[in-house]
């Protein structure tokens, strides 16, 4: 990462983040890496936001609401993963989530 730093290339951090080389990246790195850079950006302003902690806050109950949202879906994953296979799944959902989010930038709605 020290190369990113000095050069401002961003070659060093994706290959850190695919764990391979940016010059042997594959079509699937590629399509999971939206995916991990929103991840990332997601800790990165938790983190920012609650000045450096990445405990999870509790907001009137909704980090055990969350807690069994999490259970429901990881059931419903497993469910479907004998019909398709993971990758899919993963695709499907990503899809999902960016619909989801531009509904809600669009809408402005929580």
Same mark, same amino acid.
């Given at each position: 990462?020290?190369?990113?730093?000095? #050069?401002?290339? !961003?070659? !060093?951090?994706? $290959?850190?983040?695919?764990?391979?080389? +940016?010059?042997?990246?594959?079509?699937? &790195? /590629? &399509?999971?890496?939206?995916? *991990?850079?929103?991840? %990332?950006? &997601? *800790? +990165?302003?938790?983190?920012?936001?609650?000045?450096?902690?990445?405990? !999870?806050?509790?907001?009137?109950?909704?980090?055990?609401?969350?807690?069994?949202?999490?259970?429901?879906?990881?059931? @419903?994953?497993?469910? %479907?993963? $004998?019909?398709? !296979? /993971?990758?899919?799944?993963?695709? /499907? /959902? @990503? #899809? *999902?989530?960016? #619909?989801? @989010?531009?509904?809600?930038?669009?809408?402005?709605? &929580?």
């Amino acid at each position: 990462l020290n190369g990113a730093r000095e #050069e401002h290339d !961003p070659t !060093p951090a994706l $290959s850190n983040v695919s764990k391979r080389s +940016f010059e042997q990246w594959l079509d699937s &790195d /590629i &399509d999971r890496f939206e995916g *991990l850079a929103r991840g %990332m950006g &997601d *800790l +990165f302003l938790h983190y920012w936001n609650s000045f450096g902690s990445l405990k !999870p806050e509790n907001h009137n109950g909704k980090t055990e609401q969350a807690s069994m949202f999490r259970q429901e879906i990881r059931n @419903q994953i497993s469910n %479907m993963k $004998s019909n398709l !296979p /993971i990758n899919e799944i993963r695709r /499907i /959902i @990503q #899809e *999902l989530l960016t #619909e989801l @989010q531009e509904d809600e930038d669009t809408n402005g709605n &929580d």
